[in-house]
Each structure stands twice: as structure tokens, then as C-alpha cells.
């Protein structure tokens, strides 16, 4: 059984640094071809936050350029997120999605709020 759990969520003033981070477990058939980070806040649809494939080409919204980064590491199924200043519009709720070409996965999602 895959699973996939999120932990790094927290309040934060404007301008804070999070880093969140997604430990995968359970074998994939197939593999994972790209770890992503999506975000919902309330009353908005899921948007995707930032992306980075197999071989580490990463892919970010343009909203969270030049502040956020994403990363890998295969060797411990860890997917990161760092969060450097924030701003009121990035709270929601983050969510750790895994895919191949079959299948997807999803966490369970970890709450990021920021104070003005």
C-alpha cells in the first residue's frame, strides 16, 4: 500500500520560510515519474504549486517563482518544499502527489498559514 504523508505545515508571518516535506512509502509499480507539490485554499480550486520529474528538472507556478523550491531524494522517497517569503495569498492547504504514466497518488494535505 502506497502512502504518502506531509509534515512542515505551520503559521508564519509574511516574509517566514516553511519547508515542507512528503515521505513515501509502499513500493510503485512502474516508478514515480514526477513529485509534486499542489496547494488549495479555501473556496479555490487545487492549483499546481511546483513539479520536479524523474531526473530533476523541476517546474514551478508562476506565482511561487524565485521563492520556492522543490526537491528530491530518491534514495529516502522524500519530496521537499522550501518556502522562503511567504506571503498571505501562498496559505492553504499543501498537498505531496506522486504519478507515473498509471497512477497518482496523493497525501493527506498539511495546513500553511501566513500572517500579515
Known amino acids: 500500500q502506497v502512502q504518502l504523508v506531509e509534515s512542515g505545515g505551520g503559521l508564519v508571518q509574511a516574509g517566514g520560510s516553511l519547508r515542507l516535506s512528503c515521505v513515501v512509502s509502499?513500493?510503485?509499480?512502474?516508478?514515480?515519474?514526477?513529485m509534486n507539490w499542489y496547494r488549495q485554499a479555501p473556496e479555490k480550486q487545487r492549483e499546481l504549486v511546483a513539479t520536479?520529474?524523474?531526473?530533476?528538472?523541476?517546474n514551478y507556478a508562476d506565482s511561487v517563482k524565485g521563492r520556492f523550491a522543490i526537491s528530491r531524494d530518491n534514495t529516502k522517497n522524500t519530496v521537499s518544499l522550501q518556502m522562503n517569503n511567504l506571503r498571505p495569498e501562498d496559505a492553504a492547504v499543501y498537498f505531496c502527489?506522486?504519478?507515473?504514466?498509471?497512477?497518482?497518488?496523493w497525501g493527506q494535505g498539511t495546513q500553511v498559514t501566513v500572517s500579515s
Open positions: 502527489n506522486i504519478r507515473n504514466a498509471r497512477r497518482e497518488f
Open positions: 509502499g513500493r510503485i509499480q512502474g516508478g514515480v515519474e514526477t
Open positions: 520536479i520529474e524523474s531526473g530533476g528538472r523541476t
